[in-house]
């Protein structure tokens, strides 16, 4: 008989109802606020019932889903699943909810249906060897997309890069010579990979996939190295944000085959990053090693956007790996030299998505060194971040920082950090989420 999961039952009990003041919270209630808060988050219903409730407290059920632990987690006031007694079969890694990102709303069959699209087209981009057109415009449209998706919301260059695809395909079904035609191939690889990169970001790594098995056939016609180093990163991303991080790190070590530009210094940074993940900890440390001994500088163009890896957004990934291999001193080092970096640059210049990805890293690793202080000013401005830019890989990141502030609550500025994690995770558009915030006295009594 499997033993009761007495954390579960103590969370509920020591909820306070909300309809019976001075109760404790039922099983019938809880079902019920669960079910309200993911209508209102997915605007999905599910059918979460007392019942339910009552065999996973029993222990019957150790994992339940991942919409159904989010909102446990939420409506009992917990960061982990830890805390209810909720312990993942041997083999699967626990990772945070999959719910739907405020970045996708509104978006997510549209997403669904380009991969769909992409997967239509594989048989068409293996065979297909005719176009007449020239693709000058195709490229340019390509390049304007990549520089503009640092500081544009995802939905209209989803849209574009959808549109600059299917116009390569069009034109390939007509007449011309074979470099034109390989010319269109490298475009509609180029618009296939930023579209399989979009839906990492919009949540959706397993339609990035399909993307990327299409954008390999483009380069695979057109004999395009550097677009098949940069499918791979891609590949390696879709793979890192599902926690394979053995497959992520073999598109990684695949990709070093081809990368000529700054897609070597991407991958090669990203294979210490996915080893070190994988326990792979000397092959780790030698494959960092090698990363800080590749060119910073671009051998060949570049596109620019999330398609170029500039000398900071290499050293972030330096600081992900030290975060892996569990030296968080290094980590800040690495750190906090990124983010300078970043700061020097140029507005149009400056990727702030991976900016916010590398003070996450400073965070992390502050509160990994106890410095509370040092986390709460590493955070502030990822906290600032507009609704339409906190993608799923931040959102991911975010609840990795919410599990580390619990040993911090017993203080009021801890308490006030986790809450307002909680706040960016689950409630975006909280009203007043900024206002409400006033750092404590320096003077006043932490209780």
């Known amino acids: 008989m499997p033993a009761a999961n007495d954390l579960l039952r103590s969370a509920r009990e020591r909820t306070p109802s909300r309809r019976a003041p001075g109760e404790r919270m039922s099983r019938v209630e809880l079902a019920d606020a669960v079910c309200a808060w993911l209508w209102e988050t997915t605007e999905v219903r599910y059918e979460l019932d007392g019942h339910y409730i009552a065999k996973l407290e029993r222990g019957a059920v150790r994992w339940p889903g991942a919409a159904y632990r989010s909102g446990l987690r939420y ?5 982990t699943d830890n805390e ?21 709303l509104g978006l997510d069959e549209e997403v669904g249906r380009a991969g769909d699209e992409s997967i239509a087209l594989l048989t068409f981009a293996e065979e297909s060897n005719v176009g007449e057109l020239t693709v000058e415009q195709l490229h340019a449209d390509i390049e304007r997309i990549s520089q503009l998706y640092l500081h544009t919301p995802t939905k209209p260059l ?8 299917d116009r390569a395909f069009v034109l390939l079904a007509g007449r011309q010579s074979p470099k034109q035609s390989r010319d269109l191939y490298a475009a509609a690889g180029w618009a296939i990979t930023l579209l399989a990169w979009m839906s990492v970001d919009l949540g959706r790594p397993e339609v990035a996939e399909s993307h990327a098995r299409t954008a390999w056939a483009c380069a695979e016609a057109a004999d395009h190295n550097e677009l098949r180093g940069w499918i791979r990163a891609t590949q ?21 085959r081809y990368a000529a530009g ?8 990203a294979l210490a990053v996915d080893l070190a993940r994988s326990g792979q900890l000397s092959e780790a440390r030698a494959a960092l090693a090698a990363a800080q001994e ?17 000398p900071e957004r290499a050293e972030g990934l330096w600081a992900n790996a030290q975060l892996a291999l569990g030296d ?17 640059r140029p507005h149009v210049l400056r990727n702030p998505g991976s900016e916010r990805m590398v003070r996450l890293q400073q965070v992390i690793a502050h509160l990994t060194l106890g410095e509370l202080d040092g986390a709460i000013t590493a955070i502030e401005p990822v906290l600032e971040t507009a609704l339409e830019y906190r993608v799923r890989p931040l959102i991911h990141r975010m609840g990795e920082v919410a599990a580390l502030t619990a040993p911090f609550t017993r203080v009021a500025r801890g308490r006030q950090l986790r809450e307002r994690i909680r706040d960016f995770i689950y409630r975006p558009d909280l009203p007043g989420r900024r206002a409400a915030y006033r750092p404590p006295s320096l003077t006043a009594k932490e209780s």
């Not at 989803?158 to 695809?165: D, G, I, L, Y």
């Not at 001193?329 to 990124?338: K, P, Q, Y």
């Open 75 to 79: 409506i009992l006031n917990v960061a």
């Open 236 to 256: 390696h991303t879709a793979a890192f944000w599902q926690d394979e991080f053995v497959r992520a790190a073999d598109h990684a070590q695949d990709g070093l």
């Open 328 to 344: 968080a001193h290094e980590t800040l080092v690495h750190a906090d030299r990124s983010v300078a970096r970043f700061e020097s």
């Open 84 to 104: 209810l007694g909720f312990v993942p079969p041997p083999g699967t890694p626990s990772t945070e909810p999959e719910l739907e990102p405020p970045s996708t």
């Open 262 to 269: 700054t897609s070597r210094l991407f991958l090669s940074s």
């Open 158 to 165: 989803f849209e574009r890069s959808r549109a600059v695809r």
């Open 294 to 310: 590749v060119p910073e500088l671009p051998s060949v163009p570049e596109l620019g956007g999330p398609l170029l890896c500039t």
